[in-house]
């Protein structure tokens, strides 16, 4: 377990995971009403993910992510208030209502994009991490891909490349158990999504997903390694999903009580919370009072992203080119 | 001072002087030097065809060979664009835009609108493209409707070496994502090219020859073919104007539609198949916006809709020409 986490560190990690579920959660319940427009994916469960990696990260690195993208946007700093406008579709959304759930995204805090490509972000962490070694700035990119996306050619050629260049670049494999419906168990032709890290001439990792100071412990040392110039890491986390593929997803591919136990047994914040709790220099209460303080703020964002207003008709054709 | 250069004198002088002005303009591609890892000398190479030979000795650490692995490095370069540089990349060949399109079109073309307008991607994809090599099907496709075709792309058919250096420069300090075709067959040609840095802004065509009977667009190669096809037809008493878009996306329009107004009469030439090309689009455009002034149906002098064949025979064949040119313009003259 990991030491170096100060009080104020673990309390901010807690918050940011805490962020992310009630994000999910609550996207979750407003979906099933009808009135969230398009395709929703949760990354609800992962938390301990998003937030083990994102947590050694500034605001000068980058990160690429998925369809399953709301979490790593939050660990990395973008404003829920701004993802719940956009996942509702309004002008006041990060992206002005013009991206959505899978195209969140916020340079200014080096969120390179949610993503509606699987396996779309591998090659473009390259790039930004070309940029950051050629600058030597000592930031590092961060590409967020599933288990789905490991199979695609453009994560292994990205893989490839950042070896090939040295690139201070982190693959961070989220194994969350199914790519859509199917199991890595079929669609995976190694045992690990981390065994290939060794045909790139790169360290391979696999760590807990469950446990956010394995994630942290993992992740420090890649970050570690890329801002030395030691170049990238592939980093498996082992998952999983508490809701579909997307919203309305039936999920009768998994298996009968399955999220349901690992809510019970794994969950990410309930360990967090045993864990830092047991040596009492965090109560119990302060973390109800983060609890309180996200409900609320997930709360009003809700309500602001309801009354605020749609997209204006002149939005249609803007933002295509530098002229218009 | 002007000089003549060939084309792809042009092209490289474009990317030396960018690279001295602006230390963020990288240039990466396979073997774009030559010789990476590899025994022998650096900059073996300078690209397939030579075009950046010189460049990686000149700008250290700024031209960077690639595996061969286009989705990694296109992608990479739109990546290193979101995060400062202004790379160009070098796609070889157009038709293997097969193997990293979602890069281009999904990625690149996509970020400003689709992130709000927040995002900017100043990347150029330089690419060769056309027939006339007997390189076959998968080495001689002329693809730019393809990228005209997506929002958010620009794209660039230049088509003698002024226009190469003046809009390749402009290409590189566009902060969008440009398409850079150059035609192979053109690399040889030779004119006149200012040594000094200029641009040639996108979206504004270039009348080449002014004539009142027929108007003819044609593009990259084909703008020679059809000035060697007026000079023959003026001869005849048949006088052509002959317009260059220069670039497909953004499309000069008006250039185009005030030229068919004086003359009525419209031959589009485009090396690419015809069905979806830029032939169509322009054709289209004309009888949209000017159907009025119209005296002829409009003729295409495209390629056939077949994939370009490998035998000198049949390449001739299929490559539109000054003779297939001057026929069109003729039939479209003389209708009454």
């Given at each position: ?15 940011m995971m805490r962020t992310i579920r009630e994000f999910e959660e609550r996207v979750h319940t407003d979906f099933a009403t009808g009135e969230i427009p398009g395709f929703v994916h949760l990354y609800a469960g992962e938390e301990a993910s998003a937030t083990?990696v994102c ?8 990160i690429a992510s998925t369809h399953r993208g709301h979490g790593h946007c939050i660990a990395k700093?973008v404003d829920p208030a701004g993802m719940m406008a956009e996942i509702w579709g309004k002008e006041t959304g990060t992206c002005k209502g013009k991206g959505g759930s899978m195209h969140i995204a916020d340079?200014?805090?080096?969120m390179l994009g949610a993503n509606g490509i699987v396996g779309g972000g591998g090659?473009l962490i ?16 961060v590409c967020f891909f599933g288990d789905g996306a490991s199979n695609q050619g453009t994560i ?15 693959f961070v494999a989220e194994n969350n158990g199914y790519a859509e419906t199917t199991s890595p168990n079929y669609s995976v032709?190694?045992?690990?999504i ?15 997903g469950f446990?956010?100071?394995?994630v ?20 498996e986390v082992k998952v999983s999903r508490y809701y579909g593929h997307f919203e309305g997803d039936q999920q009768k591919y998994r298996a009968e009580g399955e999220v349901q136990k690992l809510r019970n047994?794994k969950d990410c914040l ?24 996200v409900?609320?703020?997930i709360d009003?964002s809700v309500?602001?992203a309801k009354?605020d207003?749609k997209p ?13 | ?101 979602d890069q281009?079109f999904n990625q690149?073309a996509k970020f400003?609108y689709m992130f709000g ?220």
């Amino acid at each position: 377990m990991n030491t170096e986490l100060n009080r104020e560190s673990l309390l901010k990690a807690y918050r940011m995971m805490r962020t992310i579920r009630e994000f999910e959660e609550r996207v979750h319940t407003d979906f099933a009403t009808g009135e969230i427009p398009g395709f929703v994916h949760l990354y609800a469960g992962e938390e301990a993910s998003a937030t083990g990696v994102c947590m050694h990260l500034s605001g000068n690195d980058y990160i690429a992510s998925t369809h399953r993208g709301h979490g790593h946007c939050i660990a990395k700093g973008v404003d829920p208030a701004g993802m719940m406008a956009e996942i509702w579709g309004k002008e006041t959304g990060t992206c002005k209502g013009k991206g959505g759930s899978m195209h969140i995204a916020d340079l200014s805090k080096g969120m390179l994009g949610a993503n509606g490509i699987v396996g779309g972000g591998g090659p473009l962490i390259c790039g930004t991490a070309l940029a950051a070694k050629l600058r030597g700035d000592k930031t590092v990119g961060v590409c967020f891909f599933g288990d789905g996306a490991s199979n695609q050619g453009t994560i292994l050629e990205a893989m490839n490349l950042a070896t090939v260049w040295n690139l201070p670049a982190i693959f961070v494999a989220e194994n969350n158990g199914y790519a859509e419906t199917t199991s890595p168990n079929y669609s995976v032709a190694c045992e690990n999504i981390a065994d290939r890290a060794a045909a790139f001439g790169m360290p391979g990792v696999i760590v807990d997903g469950f446990d956010f100071f394995a994630v942290y412990e993992a992740a420090g040392e890649a970050v570690k390694r890329a801002r030395e110039g030691g170049g990238p890491t592939l980093i498996e986390v082992k998952v999983s999903r508490y809701y579909g593929h997307f919203e309305g997803d039936q999920q009768k591919y998994r298996a009968e009580g399955e999220v349901q136990k690992l809510r019970n047994e794994k969950d990410c914040l309930m360990q967090f919370r045993r864990h830092v709790t047991a040596d009492g220099d965090i109560s119990a209460a302060e973390l109800d009072a983060i609890d309180a303080e996200v409900l609320a703020m997930i709360d009003d964002s809700v309500v602001r992203a309801k009354a605020d207003p749609k997209p204006g008709p002149e939005e249609l054709l803007t933002d295509v080119y530098v002229s218009y | 001072m002007a000089r003549k250069i060939t084309y792809q004198q042009a092209i490289n002088e474009a990317l030396d002087q960018e690279m001295s002005r602006d230390p963020s303009v990288i240039v990466m591609g396979e073997d774009n030097a030559g010789g990476e890892g590899s025994p022998g000398e650096m900059d073996a190479w300078g690209g397939v065809l030579g075009v950046t030979k010189g460049l990686y000795h000149k700008h250290p650490g700024r031209v960077l060979d690639t595996p061969i692995s286009e989705s990694a490095f296109i992608g990479a370069a739109i990546g290193a664009a979101c995060n400062g540089l202004r790379p160009v990349a070098e796609l070889m060949f157009v038709d293997f835009m097969g193997v990293c399109f979602d890069q281009i079109f999904n990625q690149a073309a996509k970020f400003r609108y689709m992130f709000g307008g927040k995002a900017e991607t100043p990347v150029v994809i330089r690419t060769m493209y056309g027939a006339g090599f007997r390189a076959a099907a998968q080495h001689s496709q002329c693809l730019y409707s393809l990228f005209t075709h997506v929002p958010g792309l620009k794209v660039v058919v230049p088509s003698n070496p002024y226009d190469a250096k003046g809009l390749l420069i402009e290409s590189i300090r566009d902060n969008d994502p440009v398409i850079f075709f150059e035609n192979k067959v053109l690399y040889t040609m030779e004119g006149e090219v200012p040594e000094e840095i200029y641009t040639v802004p996108f979206g504004e065509a270039a009348i080449l020859r002014e004539g009142d009977d027929v108007t003819i667009v044609a593009l990259g190669r084909m703008v020679n073919m059809a000035q060697e096809a007026a000079e023959a037809l003026q001869k005849d008493g048949i006088h052509c104007e002959i317009i260059d878009p220069r670039t497909t996306s953004p499309l000069d329009e008006e250039t185009i539609l005030e030229s068919v107004e004086k003359t009525g009469r419209l031959v589009v030439v485009d090396e690419a198949n015809p069905r979806c090309s830029m032939a169509s689009d322009i054709a289209g455009l004309v009888v949209r916006k000017a159907f009025g002034a119209l005296k002829a149906p409009i003729e295409q002098v495209t390629a056939p809709h077949v994939p370009p064949p490998f035998s000198d025979v049949l390449e001739d064949l299929y490559v539109p020409n000054a003779a297939k040119i001057e026929r069109a313009v003729t039939r479209v003259a003389e209708y009454r």
